[in-house]
Every structure is written in structure tokens, then in C-alpha cells.
């Protein structure tokens, strides 16, 4: 059965600061993996995914994730951040299950941005 | 292109009320969902669905129920409404598997009083 744990319900940065969120996973098989963003009193938006491919994903606002298989994650970074990054972000794993690939979400990770 | 709707916005019900929350997607997916997001619990599949006439139960579909007569449509309804089902609801959409990413909507928040 897969799995999803988001490190830390909030995490706090300085404009500029380097962006950290960190997602690890429990998956019986090769997953797939995303990273969305939901912004206030909005859905979820698809920042980045990783299907098997190279194992740096960028994604869109300049943010990227690193599929670490030894250590089952698949952190989200952005070496800048922008007062605009501020949203919760939600890390979520898919794997094959009777034909389907129905994903599991993580409890999301406030990012708190401060000027 | 609209993307994925969902209607309404905002709904209070009282206790034992029923109601539906629509959803419709113009960009021909075939697999639709319906989650529920509570604060700090991420997000819980509650049904989906791989095709018109085809549903199936998520993590959480006590309360609920679904249909899918179309591609474009997946409605979801509530009978009997309780506290318990107070949140915020969104629909997503997505291109034959999940593994191609979601499409959501904008979601329905939903007060059980």
C-alpha cells in the first residue's frame, strides 16, 4: 500500500530564501509522484511530476523535485523564494492497483513567505 | 476552455438536507474524482470514475453517492447531511490515469448546520 508523509505542516521562509518541502513516500513498486499547489480558495494546481523518467523534474514558478529512490523522497526546492510562493503544497504518490492508478496526497505543507 | 467546473461555490444545508454538487470537464477525460479536504488532513477520495457508467468507491464514500450517464458530468450527492460531511469538496479530471497529473476545479465549501 502507498503511503504519503509531508515533513512539517508549515514551513517559513525569507523572500529570497531557499524553499525546502520535503515529501517521502512508501511504495511497493516504482510510483509516480507530484507536487501540487493550491493557492487560497482555489484547487490544486499540477506543479510538477515524476514518471520514470530523469530524476530531476522542473516544474513551473521555477520550482523543482529530486526522485530519490534510496531514500524514497522526492523533495520540492526553488533556490528563490517569492512573497507569490506562498500557498500549501501537496505531495502525492500513484502507484498500479487493479488497473488503476489512483493517487494518494500527502497533509500538505503551508509555505509561509515573509518580506 | 473552461477546464473543470464545479457549482455551487459556497452551500450551508441543514442537518438531514440533501443536495447534489456538479461538476462538469470539457476536455474529454475520461477518469473524474471527487475528494473531500479537511484542515490539515490533505486530501480523501471519497469516488471516481474511469468512463461513462462506471464508478467506483474512494477511501471515504459513506454519505455519498455518484452516477456518470456522460462523459462530461460526474455529480456527486449527499443525503441526509450531517456535521460530519462539513468541508470543502473539489472534482478532478484526468487523461485515461491519474499518472498524467489532475485537473481540478475550484471546489464547493459545504457547512452542515
Same mark, same amino acid.
Given at each position: 500500500?502507498?503511503?504519503?508523509?509531508?515533513?512539517?505542516?508549515?514551513?517559513?521562509? /525569507? *523572500?529570497?530564501?531557499?524553499? +525546502?518541502?520535503?515529501?517521502?513516500?512508501?511504495? &511497493?513498486?516504482?510510483?509516480?509522484? %507530484?507536487?501540487? #499547489?493550491?493557492?487560497?480558495?482555489?484547487?490544486?494546481?499540477?506543479?510538477?511530476?515524476?514518471?520514470?523518467?530523469?530524476?530531476?523534474?522542473?516544474?513551473?514558478?521555477?520550482?523543482?523535485?529530486?526522485?530519490?529512490? /534510496? *531514500?524514497?523522497?522526492?523533495? +520540492?526546492?526553488?533556490?528563490?523564494?517569492?512573497? &507569490?510562493?506562498?500557498?500549501?503544497? %501537496?505531495?502525492? #504518490?500513484?502507484?498500479?492497483?487493479?488497473?488503476?492508478?489512483?493517487?494518494?496526497?500527502?497533509?500538505?505543507?503551508?509555505?509561509?513567505?515573509?518580506? | 476552455?473552461?477546464?473543470?467546473?464545479?457549482?455551487?461555490?459556497?452551500?450551508?444545508?441543514?442537518?438531514?438536507?440533501?443536495?447534489?454538487?456538479?461538476?462538469?470537464?470539457?476536455?474529454?477525460?475520461?477518469?473524474?474524482?471527487?475528494?473531500?479536504?479537511?484542515?490539515?488532513?490533505?486530501?480523501?477520495?471519497?469516488?471516481?470514475?474511469?468512463?461513462?457508467?462506471?464508478?467506483?468507491?474512494?477511501?471515504?464514500?459513506?454519505?455519498?453517492?455518484?452516477?456518470?450517464?456522460?462523459?462530461?458530468?460526474?455529480?456527486?450527492?449527499?443525503?441526509?447531511?450531517?456535521?460530519?460531511?462539513?468541508?470543502?469538496?473539489?472534482?478532478?479530471?484526468?487523461?485515461?490515469?491519474?499518472?498524467?497529473?489532475?485537473?481540478?476545479?475550484?471546489?464547493?465549501?459545504?457547512?452542515?448546520?
Amino acid at each position: 500500500a502507498q503511503s504519503v508523509t509531508q515533513l512539517g505542516s508549515h514551513v517559513s521562509v /525569507s *523572500e529570497g530564501a531557499l524553499v +525546502l518541502l520535503r515529501c517521502n513516500y512508501s511504495s &511497493s513498486v516504482p510510483p509516480y509522484l %507530484f507536487w501540487y #499547489v493550491q493557492y487560497p480558495n482555489q484547487g490544486l494546481q499540477l506543479l510538477l511530476k515524476y514518471t520514470s523518467a530523469a530524476t530531476l523534474v522542473k516544474g513551473i514558478n521555477g520550482f523543482e523535485a529530486e526522485f530519490k529512490k /534510496s *531514500e524514497t523522497s522526492f523533495h +520540492l526546492t526553488k533556490p528563490s523564494a517569492h512573497m &507569490s510562493d506562498a500557498a500549501e503544497y %501537496f505531495c502525492a #504518490v500513484s502507484e498500479e492497483s487493479g488497473g488503476s492508478y489512483i493517487p494518494t496526497f500527502g497533509r500538505g505543507t503551508s509555505l509561509i513567505v515573509h518580506p | 476552455n473552461a477546464g473543470v467546473t464545479q457549482t455551487p461555490k459556497f452551500r450551508i444545508l441543514k442537518i438531514g438536507q440533501s443536495m447534489t454538487l456538479q461538476c462538469t470537464q470539457d476536455m474529454n477525460h475520461n477518469y473524474m474524482y471527487w475528494y473531500r479536504q479537511d484542515p490539515g488532513m490533505g486530501l480523501k477520495l471519497i469516488y471516481y470514475s474511469v468512463g461513462a457508467g462506471i464508478t467506483d468507491k474512494g477511501e471515504v464514500p459513506n454519505g455519498y453517492n455518484v452516477s456518470r450517464s456522460t462523459t462530461e458530468d460526474f455529480p456527486l450527492r449527499l443525503e441526509l447531511a450531517a456535521p460530519s460531511q462539513t468541508s470543502v469538496y473539489f472534482c478532478a479530471s484526468s487523461y485515461m490515469t491519474a499518472t498524467y497529473g489532475y485537473t481540478f476545479g475550484s471546489g464547493t465549501r459545504l457547512t452542515v448546520v
